[in-house]
């Protein structure tokens, strides 16, 4: 297993300019052997406060007594907004991939996701006709409109293991119908 060591650098800028954007490139030089950039992240402040790990190899599929074969889902109508309470058995979050089908024409930014009281919001950007469908893909990070690449603001949706509830928006006095499918996970057996 190769040995990894982390780094840590402060970037500071002037306190009277806002930052755009930032470009990042790791570069090597002087060196023999094999070299992996891995979690590169940017944080405000000059103090590191922690890090998130890869979880590929931490998690499996949900194998207990009240698991089902394949993916779990959930579907309903929305008039307006509603909360979508999710039944989630794995012992870990899991990432919900949402599709959204307009029964009426909506405004750009009508459509939005999020958790618990409005939390890790998703915001479609794009307008709606009658019979679109908008998704929101978490286990492919995508985002969609019929079929094709749109944009959105915000984050893509997961459930907390347990129940979480997830508020759904949409324009007022319209309705969608509302499809969300998960796999429920665990921690596999290489969990630190």
């Not at 002037?14 to 992240?41: A, E, H, Y």
């Not at 599929?61 to 074969?69: E, F, I, Q, S, V």
């Not at 749109?150 to 969608?176: E, N």
Request: net charge negative; charged share 25%; with cysteine.
């Amino acid at each position: 297993m190769p040995e990894f060591t982390r780094f840590t650098e402060t970037i500071t800028k002037k306190q009277d300019k806002r930052v755009v954007n930032i470009t990042v490139k790791p570069t090597v030089i002087d060196c023999t052997g094999s070299v992996w950039f891995t979690d590169l992240m940017l944080q405000e402040g000059d103090k590191v406060t922690g890090f998130v790990i890869n979880t590929e190899t931490f998690l499996e599929k949900y194998d207990g007594d009240d698991a089902t074969d394949g993916k779990r889902f959930y579907n309903g109508i929305v008039r307006s907004a509603a909360t979508c309470v999710i039944f989630n058995l794995g012992t870990t979050a899991a990432g919900l991939d949402y599709k959204v089908y307009p029964i009426q024409a909506m405004d750009a930014g009508s459509i939005s996701l999020a958790l618990g009281k409005g939390a890790h919001k998703a915001t479609f950007k794009a307008a709606a006709a009658a019979g679109d469908e908008f998704d929101l893909f978490a286990s492919k990070r995508e985002c969609l409109k019929n079929g094709a690449a749109t944009s959105k603001d915000g984050f893509f949706q997961y459930s907390a293991a347990g129940d979480s509830k997830h508020p759904i928006t949409v324009a007022d006095k319209k309705s969608a119908r509302i499809y969300v499918e998960f796999q429920e996970m665990q921690d596999g057996g290489d969990a630190l």
